[in-house]
């Protein structure tokens, strides 16, 4: 069974300031994909990034970047210089890449960003 | 490039009713997969589509179904409305079976009342 964790249920900044979202997962898949998603008031899924389980480099693009750590089995991701518009909540998920596997998402229950002006 | 599109975009019932929704994936995406986000339970997988087969489904009862037109579209019908079928129900899809990246559409409010 696949597991996803956010603890951080709401995180409130300033604008301009650096933020971290927390996910920790659990498979027992050996191979797997990772995601980030946001979700703005509207309600649509926006996907900003997947991560393959045996890719282990960071990634940054533009104000964002994604901490991988297989070790710790966390995909954490980091807003640099916070901006209003990323007011949001944001999902991490799982999707196992074992054959047979279901291709479903396993979110997390999200953490409701809010960036103050 | 149209997005997934889902349509209505928000549908009131009355407990016992049926509902039905739609949803058109991204032009040459085959799979289809539906997820319902309920107040107080999170994202949670319904049901997955892929060249007009369900290959798999969710924790679900019965009373959730759904098919694949042979044009990639789908519908998601809930039959016999409880109040907790009350949620945001969205759409993914993908390019083609083996990928595992979902993009989403906006989404259907289903009110039950």
């Known amino acids: 069974a696949q597991k996803v964790t956010q603890a951080q249920t709401e995180i409130s900044v300033v604008e301009k300031e650096d933020v971290t979202l927390d996910c920790v997962y659990e498979t027992r898949d050996t191979t797997y994909y990772l995601f980030w998603y946001k979700q703005p008031p509207s309600g649509e899924l926006v996907f900003l990034i997947r991560r393959n389980s045996f890719d282990e480099q960071n990634e940054i693009s533009g104000r964002y970047s994604w901490n991988f750590q297989k070790s710790t089995s966390s995909f954490n991701f980091t807003i640099t210089a916070s901006q209003v518009v990323d007011s949001a909540v944001y999902f991490c998920?799982?999707?196992?890449?074992?054959?047979?596997?279901?291709?479903?998402?396993?979110f997390g229950s999200g953490t409701q960003l809010t960036v103050l002006p | 490039e149209a997005g997934v599109t889902q349509s209505p975009t928000h549908l009131i019932k009355t407990r016992g009713q049926q509902a039905t929704l739609r949803c058109s994936p991204i032009?040459?995406?085959?799979?289809v997969y539906w997820y319902q986000q309920a107040l107080g339970l999170g994202l949670q997988f319904l049901l997955w589509y892929d060249e007009g087969e369900e290959r798999n489904r969710g924790n679900f009862p019965p009373r959730f179904s759904g098919r694949q037109f042979p044009n990639y579209s789908s519908e998601l019908n809930v039959n016999a409305l409880e109040l907790e079928d009350s949620a945001l129900y969205l759409c993914?899809?993908?390019?083609?079976?083996?990928?595992?990246?979902?993009?989403f559409g906006p989404g259907t409010r289903l009110t039950v009342t």
């Open positions: 032009s040459g995406h085959t799979s």
């Open positions: 998920a799982l999707n196992p890449r074992s054959s047979g596997s279901a291709r479903q998402l396993t």
């Open positions: 993914a899809s993908s390019v083609y079976r083996d990928s595992y990246e979902q993009y």
